[in-house]
């Protein structure tokens, strides 16, 4: 009898440290501008904040570089835009099959999830200086086709996507031959009248700071853009209970204000999202802030 005991000991102890065993750490990835970095920060910190361990995966690229690491494991979830994954993922082009719900149940065979989107809504948008604006009576997109000579110039992923350049060019019968940009160069060259309109993103700091002119999208062309957290089903248990607590809680202009503090400020994307989790008491004020295993360029 002692030594049957001391077999089912040993194979007790033997199991022990699978059944015992952390689990892996969650892992946020994002996209490669401010505004992923920012809302990839938060959700990370939102995580640790409940106590799961979460690696980053910051600026892979653009969104077809995360969609593609999400479906291949590589990343668990990382914050995508509805009218991205509609029209650029999915290739939808009825917005009523773009709202948060239709879209989740476009992916749930795909064993992705779609979790309650984060407020405000960050619509692509077609900028110019407002000097310029008010010199040539511009207010809508349709306004540009009468000005065939101005200098447009818009991010390359823009120039790409079905509801960029392309779309919006035969929604509005656009005369001009557009060149490309990296968008974080875009807001210095209207500074310096280098170009005279670039695509912009509604939530961008820089819109107020250079006293830029958006443009009406009179033909509505552009879809929401609203924030939600995309992941692998496999994970939906540890991470829906975190980041439920983040649905509805940024609007437009709070967006863009956290986005100001970073690109003006010079504040680092982890203390503008640390700080935002204090002030909405989903945070502990007393813990510091977790050391990245990325750096902010």
């Not at 000579?149 to 557009?178: I, K, M, N």
């Not at 695509?199 to 033909?219: F, I, M, P, Q, W």
């Not at 999202?273 to 902010?296: K, V, Y």
Request: some cysteine.
């Amino acid at each position: 009898m002692a030594g049957w005991r001391a077999l089912v000991l040993t194979a007790l102890l033997s199991i022990a440290p699978i059944a015992w065993s952390e689990p892996a750490p969650l892992v946020v990835g994002s996209k490669n501008f401010s505004e992923g970095y920012l809302l990839a920060e938060i959700v990370a910190q939102r995580l640790e904040a409940v106590g799961e361990r979460v690696e980053r995966r910051f600026g892979l690229g653009g969104t077809m570089i995360c969609y593609q690491a999400l479906r291949n494991g590589e990343i668990d979830l990382y914050v995508e835009y509805t009218g991205t994954l509609g029209q650029a993922v999915l290739k939808l082009s009825d917005p009523v099959q773009m709202t948060a719900p239709a879209l989740a149940a476009r992916i749930a065979p795909l064993d992705l999830a779609l979790l309650a989107p984060l407020g405000f809504d960050n619509t692509y948008a077609v900028t110019v200086p407002g000097a310029l604006a008010e010199r040539l009576g511009l207010t809508t997109i349709g306004d540009l086709r009468a000005h065939p000579d101005l200098r447009l110039v818009f991010s390359h992923e823009f120039l790409e996507r079905a509801d960029g350049w392309p779309g919006l060019r035969a929604a509005y019968d656009l005369p001009h031959q557009p060149t490309g940009i990296e968008h974080a160069l875009a807001y210095q060259a209207l500074a310096e009248d280098a170009i005279d309109a670039t695509d912009a993103y509604s939530t961008d700091g820089e819109l107020k700071r250079y006293g830029l002119k958006v443009l009406a999208d009179d033909k509505e062309f552009f879809p929401e853009y609203r924030p939600v957290p995309l992941l692998r089903t496999a994970v939906r248990e540890r991470v829906e209970p975190a980041l439920r607590d983040l649905a509805g809680r940024i609007s437009d202009t709070r967006m863009q204000a956290l986005n100001a503090q970073v690109v003006f400020d010079q504040r680092s994307f982890a203390e503008v999202a640390h700080d935002f989790l204090i002030e909405e008491g989903l945070a502990d004020p007393a813990a510091g802030i977790a050391r990245a295993s990325w750096q902010q360029e």
